[in-house]
Nanobody, 119 residues
Framework: QVQLVESGGGLVQPGGSLRLSCAAS????????MAWYRQAPGPQRELVAV???????NYADSVRGRFTISRDNAKNTVYLQMNSLKPEDTAVYYC?????????????WGQGTQVTVSS
């Protein structure tokens, strides 16, 4: 069982920055892919960024060039640096961890952290 705890959300003005953190504990599969998703009001959860255990990354088109995902394998922690934030980035952000061989969207989830971009 893997536990994920997110932190770092909050209220920020358009153009501002936030850094989200996700600390993982428990029985992590190796290798582990970690990702950030977000969900605005509605049923759809959007994949924002993903990082493999080797450090390869991928981003949604809507955040590429503004967001940076990184991880500290020694601390089992993944980060999401969010710059040039826009009101449309407002959502609950969720951390996800899965085994590299598992389907996208499977695995363990954190409880979510609210990010609100508003003036």
């Amino acid at each position: 069982q893997v536990q994920l705890v997110e932190s770092g959300g909050g209220l920020v003005q358009p153009g501002g920055s936030l850094r989200l953190s996700c600390a993982a504990s428990g029985s992590l599969f190796s290798p582990t892919v970690m990702a950030w998703y977000r969900q605005a009001p509605g049923p759809q959860r959007e994949l924002v960024a993903v990082i493999t255990s080797g450090g390869s990354t991928n981003y949604a088109d809507s955040v590429r060039g503004r967001f940076t995902i990184s991880r500290d394998n020694a601390k089992n922690t993944v980060y999401l640096q969010m710059n040039s934030l826009k009101p449309e980035d407002t959502a609950v952000y969720y951390c996800n961890a899965r085994a590299a061989w598992a389907p996208v969207g499977s695995g363990s989830w954190g409880q979510g952290t609210q990010v609100t971009v508003s003036s």
